[in-house]
């Protein structure tokens, strides 16, 4: 026994003095410096199938800055120099460490989710998580110090967690060390040197751009030309074509097509798609293709106004001119004719020689039908896809067009390529451009042979003939598809024809109609007393509806991405901004908010910010709410009803809208019901902010009076004055708690004890957003005007950037849209200097669709130097020969936020609407002395036009497109202009009406109501 008890003792000495061993091999915190920048994890081990680790990437993604202790990283979204994504999962883990220090410091960013994406302190004996920190949904990583000197002697090691895979699913980790106390004294010395550096800073840059946007904003009555491409701009200039919902193209300047979306799922780039010209004049012949590069034209002038590209094509040695112009039917108020699958071409040639000329015209399409759309999928020559293979291409010849249908065996799907003159003819299918230039073209008489496995071929077709001198020739051209996807890629089209043979059937049946009513609309646009930049940034913006952000299905639903095949859900937060379809458009409105009160509406009443359904193009479920896109939904839903002939469709509404305005209430104003949201407010800068804030109570003031207003349409009198008293509070509080006489703006109250994603007192530029719904709807003051006002003029003097150059204290910048000497909106400045931590997302960038509802908010206040120069500002960044001016970018392409363009239009008008009850109305802010302007209702549209001089103001209402139903007609007048007489004409007749002069507005009540048909005038002449 006493052998076996020595032998106990003298293993339990040995396992003691193994345990001291150990201890004195493990490494201390005073020791750990944990940066990567040999390239490798020094020690530590991972899990999962998280990406090579440590990362280095060098671009920072998106030329952010991710605040990096030089160039390694633990970064979970990435994947060595590369990205991964937030799919991927795992666990990192140091060495195991003593803690002999009093403070650990390490750099910290990425997704704000504490349970899923953090980094931990752990006890290495048990697991147990004794400190742990997360990001704020933000790249950059912040400076962290724990407190640890109440651990020391305690075995720790540190944990990285990446357990998410949705947005922001990932975690940025660098720099782990002990802190001593001089160097916690120098952190901090260096903290407040830097702040006070960049406060000094930013109050010189602050001077600069004062300097800068006075002079600027001197510029914005000057003529501004419509901006002609040419040369190396070319390929950076390109327009979108083709229907709402039917997918396009892309038109370049350089003559190419690109960006093809006439398949589901992605952009591709279908070849052997051009035209070329073949003239001869003598003995002298010259073929060139229509495009820029080789075998092309020397150089081309190209300019676009939505929905029409020109090209002039430039080459000395063709003896005869070339131009063109390309469109798909785009007509305000008749969707089918606006969503066809087909892109036409007007291609003129002129002989200004003194001989004549023998000239074909010759057009290639490839049978792109099977075409997959794998980027690994091409092959060898422009031929070759693994999709293709069966494809087959036949003479087509439909009313005055003749060419070729391409279609592919045993699949569905066809394309046509068919030219509108006597001479057409279709050629061989060619795979070879060499054969294709041979002479004399072959006409195709019949149906290819199917293509082999993995392969298609090219329709051609030629128009030949002869040009006097001085003689002119326009030929047009179609192409037309039929590309029926799968569940998730249906489109309106498939209700209407049955392959593109029909498509064509339908234009030619309707092209004089359908050409005339799209110039119609271009004309009307575009003759405007309006500055160019401005009609310019809100014609372009329309393209987006004929991108495959916008969704039109089989069923007859309409989806909308956030940008192209960007952020799924129709977001309500961010098509809280859009008002371009609205108002052209207003029956596809109507579908998409009837969406979001049946599919897209929870049974508690919540409308879900991103919303699945079977035919959505996009497989994700439901997601939501989003306080700011839940109360955008109810005022588009009034809006909708003010854009309809009459009521039937907001009573059809109004249960789902009333489930909709309770929820609200209950949900983020409370049980009190003071009219103000006081806790977490989802929103759309991808986080939530606490307490009250006007970005957020504005949006919900307006809501209450929108739903104030369709009660009382509906009958619902009760829920009217409930409303309307909660507005009323909500109102007040706003207004008291909120604004900051100081600073001369809202800023936002963030309670103690609490915090969100914030701005606090940052110079918001969405801080009146709600006001801008309420003159959108016509609702008057959410808050009260001089306090809204001197927002409007804060917004326009703190954010608007005067150069960006200048612009070097970043807080955070993960995307950059604005460069250079550009100018723009920031979206959150602090003209203190006191910003914040944990700020809210994306402060620091510039978006464009909030940079027009703060211009066309401050027009409508009468600030039109400041918001013209807002709108100007857009133009020349977007028109500077890198971006596609038809291409405004936020999280994606062709960003739907960036459709509050239109609103430009409505504030520069002054107009106001109710299509149900007859009412329409404008005081331009404008130029109102001479002012001309486009205008759209529920039925027609047309164009608005006044003039004053002296004592007498005269005004025109012309019809051009439809008809309009009209009962009442207010016009505003000038300052003293109390007692006015007025009559009224329509047509050469004079109208019955009854005149009457309130609130500085002309009221003409015109009994019974009239109904004006296209061509029609109503004039009226008014004297004071």
């Known amino acids: 026994m006493r052998s076996l008890a020595t032998a106990c003792a003298l293993a339990c000495l040995l396992l003691g003095a193994a345990v001291v061993a150990r201890a004195a091999e493990l490494l201390k915190l005073s020791g750990v410096r944990w940066d990567f920048e040999d390239g490798t994890l020094q020690g530590w081990t991972a899990t999962g199938n998280l990406g090579k680790q440590p990362s280095w990437n060098d671009n920072d993604r998106w030329q952010g800055n991710f605040n990096k202790q030089g160039k390694f990283f633990l970064g979970t979204y990435e994947n060595g120099e590369k990205m991964i994504g937030d799919q991927v999962t795992g666990e990192l883990r140091s060495p195991a460490f003593i803690i002999d220090a009093d403070l650990l410091g390490l750099l910290v960013g990425g997704g704000d989710h504490p349970n899923a994406t953090y980094v931990a302190l752990c006890d290495a004996t048990n697991d147990k998580e004794l400190m742990k920190a997360w990001g704020r949904n933000a790249e950059a990583m912040a400076e962290l110090v724990w407190e640890v000197s109440k651990l020391k002697g305690r075995t720790v090691y540190i944990k990285v967690v990446d357990k998410a895979t949705g947005g922001w699913g990932h975690i940025n980790v660098d720099f782990i060390r002990a802190i001593d106390k001089a160097e916690w004294d120098r952190i901090q010395r260096e903290k407040a040197e830097a702040a006070e550096r960049a406060r000094k800073a930013q109050e010189e840059m602050l001077k600069k751009w004062a300097e800068i946007n006075a002079a600027y904003r001197k510029t914005v009555f000057e003529p501004v030309p419509r901006r002609v491409y040419k040369g190396a701009e070319l390929r950076n200039a390109w327009m979108p074509v083709g229907g709402i919902g039917a997918g396009g193209l892309a038109v370049a300047g350089s003559g190419e097509f690109v960006r093809w979306m006439i398949h589901d799922g992605r952009l591709t780039q279908v070849p052997d798609a051009f035209f070329a010209v073949k003239a001869k004049a003598g003995d002298k012949a010259v073929a060139r293709l229509l495009r820029t590069g080789a075998n092309g034209v020397k150089d081309i002038e190209f300019y676009g106004e939505f929905p029409i590209a020109y090209h002039r094509f430039l080459d000395d040695a063709l003896p005869v001119r070339v131009s063109q112009e390309t469109f798909a039917p785009f007509i305000p108020l008749n969707e089918k004719d606006s969503a066809l699958p087909v892109v036409l071409f007007f291609i003129t040639l002129e002989n200004p020689g003194k001989e004549g000329a023998e000239v074909t015209l010759l057009a290639s399409l490839q049978n792109a039908v099977g075409r997959s759309l794998d980027p690994k999928a091409d092959g060898p020559t422009s031929v070759d896809n693994k999709g293709y293979g069966g494809n087959v291409v036949a003479p087509l010849k439909v009313g005055r067009f003749a060419g070729a249908d391409m279609t592919q065996v045993g699949r569905p799907g066809s394309m046509a390529l068919l030219a509108a003159d006597a001479e057409a003819r279709a050629l061989e299918p060619w795979t070879d451009l060499k054969s294709l230039w041979a002479e004399p073209a072959k006409a195709a008489e019949r149906a290819s042979s199917p293509t082999p496995p993995g392969k298609t071929a090219n329709a051609a077709v030629a128009v030949t003939f002869a040009l006097r001198p001085g003689e002119k020739r326009t030929v047009p051209f179609m192409w037309a598809w039929h590309l029926p996807g799968g569940p998730r890629a249906t489109h309106m089209y498939e209700n209407w024809f049955a392959s593109a043979a029909e498509v064509a059937k339908h234009v030619d049946a309707n092209l004089d109609r359908l050409v005339a009513d799209t110039r119609l609309f271009h004309d009307t646009l575009f003759a405007t007393t309006l500055p160019y930049y401005v009609v310019e940034r809100i014609s372009s913006q329309c393209s987006t509806l004929v991108t495959r952000v916008v969704n039109w299905t089989k069923a007859g639903n309409l989806y909308g991405w956030e940008g192209l095949f960007c952020c799924h859900g129709g977001c309500t937060h961010v098509w809280n901004y859009e008002q371009t379809m609205a108002h052209l458009f207003p029956a596809l409105e109507r579908r998409m908010r009837e969406l979001n009160l049946t599919v897209g509406q929870a049974p508690d009443g919540g409308v879900f910010n991103r919303m699945g359904a079977p035919d959505a193009p996009w497989p994700s479920g439901n997601e939501g709410p989003a306080a700011d896109g839940h109360a955008s939904t109810l005022s588009k839903t009034y809006r909708e009803w003010r854009l309809s ?96 006489d100081e600073l001369k703006y809202f800023v936002q109250r963030i309670p103690q004890g609490k915090r969100g994603h914030d701005y606090g007192n940052a110079c918001f530029v969405d801080q009146v957003l709600g006001q801008w719904w309420a003159l959108v709807n016509d609702l008057g003051y959410v808050l009260p005007k001089e306090k809204v006002d001197a927002a409007l003029a804060a917004i326009a003097k703190w954010n608007m950037v005067g150069d960006m150059s200048l612009y070097k204290y970043h807080y955070d910048r993960p995307r950059i849209f604005i460069w250079g000497q550009g100018k723009g909106l920031l979206m959150c400045l602090w003209p203190r200097g006191d910003s914040i931590t944990q700020p809210i997302l994306y402060r620091e960038e510039v978006w464009t669709g909030c940079e027009y509802h703060a211009a066309a908010s401050m027009i409508w206040r009468g600030m039109l130097p400041e918001g013209l120069a807002v709108v100007k500002a857009v133009f020349e960044r977007y028109n500077d020969g890198v971006r596609s001016p ?123 109501p009239l109904t004006m048909e296209a061509g029609s005038t109503l004039g009226v002449e008014t004297r004071w």
């Open 886 to 1008: 038809w291409n405004e970018i936020e999280c994606g392409d062709h960003y739907a936020r960036a459709l509050s363009s239109w609103s430009v239009l409505l504030a520069c008008q002054g107009y106001s609407y109710i299509g149900p009850r007859g009412k329409l109305g404008f005081d331009p802010r404008l130029t109102p002395d001479d002012h001309k302007s486009f205008f759209s209702a529920a039925e027609g549209w047309g164009t608005f036009a006044q003039k004053r001089a002296g004592k007498e103001q005269r005004n025109a209402l012309e019809v051009k497109w439809g008809k309009l139903r009209l009962s009442e007609l207010s016009l505003g007048l000038p300052p003293g202009a109390g007692k006015a007489t007025a009559s009224i004409q329509l047509g050469n007749a004079r109208a019955e009406a009854k005149c009457r002069v309130v609130a500085g507005k002309l009221i003409v009540t015109i009994e019974p």
């Open 645 to 740: 002939p009459d009521d039937a469709w907001l009573k059809k509404q109004y249960p789902a809208v009333k489930k909709a305005m309770e929820f609200w209430i209950r949900h983020w104003d409370g049980p009190d019901e003071d009219g103000v949201a006081r806790d977490s407010q989802f929103n759309t800068y991808d986080t939530a902010c606490v307490g009250p804030n006007t970005f957020i109570g504005s949006q919900y003031l307006a809501a209450l009076r929108a739903a104030e207003e369709m009660a009382k349409v509906c009958g619902d009198d009760g829920a009217a004055k409930r409303w309307r008293g909660i507005f009323e509070k909500g109102s007040a509080a706003y207004a008291a708690e909120c604004w900051d």
